[in-house]
């Protein structure tokens, strides 16, 4: 079974940047969809963006169009969100899943199966 883990998060000001990375060990990520999600406190999680394994088609929740960009690199077997202009909103924590099915436009987290631990986001003057 795959197993992800994220990192690169981290405090930023607002309109800042960062890259989360999650790396998979175990099977390579070339037969998997990868979502990320993220949940703050009190909410509940939601889809950020997911990646295809068939075509690398992307997909963004209205609130990150623009801002965020996912991309996998399957030789290094991680996927990236690189989030620039950061808002106090997007303040979360973050997770990347692998998806268990091909249909991932819909971001439902029934619908991914392994997680990682969570990577913190938090965007603060």
């Known amino acids: 079974q795959v197993q992800l883990v994220e990192s690169g998060g981290g405090l930023v000001q607002p309109g800042g940047s960062l890259r989360l990375s999650c790396a998979a060990s175990?099977?390579?990520?070339?037969?998997?969809?990868i979502g990320w999600f993220r949940q703050a406190p009190g909410k509940e999680r939601e889809g950020v963006s997911c990646?295809?394994?068939?075509?690398?088609?992307?997909y963004y929740a209205d609130s990150v169009k623009g801002r965020f960009t996912i991309s996998r690199d399957n030789a290094k077997n991680t996927v990236y969100l690189q989030m620039n202009s950061l808002k106090p909103e997007d303040t979360a924590v973050y997770y990347c899943?692998?998806?268990?099915?091909?249909?991932?436009?819909?971001?439902?987290?029934?619908?991914?199966?392994?997680w990682g631990q969570g990577t913190q986001v938090t965007v603060s003057a």
């Open positions: 899943a692998t998806a268990l099915f091909a249909d991932i436009a819909t971001m439902d987290a029934a619908n991914f199966g392994s």
């Open positions: 175990g099977p390579t990520l070339d037969f998997y969809g």
């Open positions: 990646i295809s394994h068939i075509d690398s088609s992307t």
